[in-house]
T-cell receptor, first 117, second 111 residues
Framework: KAGVTQTPRYLIKTRGQQVTLSCSPISGHRSVSWYQQTPGQGLQFLFEYFSETQRNKGNFPGRFSGRQFSNSRSEMNVSTLELGDSALYLC????????????????FGNGTRLTVT | SQKIEQNSEALNIQEGKTATLTCNYTNYSPAYLQWYRQDPGRGPVFLLL?????KEKRKERLKVTFDTTLKQSLFHITASQPADSATYLCAPGAGSYQLTFGKGTKLSVIP
């Protein structure tokens, strides 16, 4: 079974631009979560989608948004990029059955390394 | 607010010894707790999940304990090897469709 695929692997953008990151979950997984990882803050939860619905959102500004498609693939978008948005963005999929998804192990991709200059 | 603390940012141990990593949490009561391993430049990899009604869980050289009274989980790697060197993350889960992670402990196993 193929793992979680994230594209692109690396991205360099300029302040003020916007960016879209893509995530293809493991086949059969309906839940997709996004995390931002920085050396100082560790893994910070962005949002979680299940069957095209956002079930939870972390404490990030509205510049961060996401969506999930009917095939469970997901995208996240960051508008008006700031230097502080430089980070590793990780996507994780899980079965995410009814009820909380915390009891399902998360399967992570290797992330998109975003650098904002 | 919910807080997760992993005992130290870095832990160095000699090959063959047992590594013990600590995860403490405050201000909530997780029903599950997960442990992950992360290597540089890669996403975390799931290792073990332990439920609140389980005191201990084992998988090969790994052992996890979960003490809901102390609000603490211990993660042990016995007969450690240099290949065990990585950052280990704990993630107590308590609903809300999200998993919150500690900042991790970087383990270095010295040959």
């Amino acid at each position: 079974k193929a793992g979680v695929t994230q594209t692109p692997r690396y991205l360099i953008k300029t302040r003020g631009q916007q960016v879209t990151l893509s995530c293809s979950p493991i086949s059969g997984h309906r839940s997709v979560s996004w995390y931002q990882q920085t050396p100082g803050q560790g893994l910070q939860f962005l949002f979680e989608y299940f069957s095209e619905t956002q079930r939870n959102k972390g404490n990030f500004p509205g510049r961060f948004s996401g969506r999930q498609f009917s095939n469970s693939r997901s995208e996240m978008n960051v508008s008006t990029l700031e230097l502080g948005d430089s980070a590793l963005y990780l996507c994780a999929s899980s079965l995410g059955e009814t009820g909380s998804s915390y009891n399902s192990p998360l399967h992570f991709g290797n992330g998109t390394r975003l650098t904002v200059t | 607010s919910q807080k997760i603390e992993q005992n130290s940012e870095a832990l160095n141990i000699q090959e063959g010894k047992t590594a013990t990593l600590t995860c403490n949490y405050t201000n909530y009561s997780p029903a599950y707790l997960q442990w992950y391993r992360q290597d540089p430049g890669r996403g975390p990899v799931f290792l073990l999940l332990i439920r609140e009604n389980e005191k201990e869980k084992r998988k090969e050289r790994l052992k996890v304990t979960f003490d809901t009274t102390l609000k603490q989980s211990l993660f042990h790697i016995t007969a450690s090897q240099p290949a065990d060197s990585a950052t280990y993350l704990c993630a107590p889960g308590a609903g809300s469709y999200q998993l919150t992670f500690g900042k991790g402990t970087k383990l270095s196993v010295i040959p």
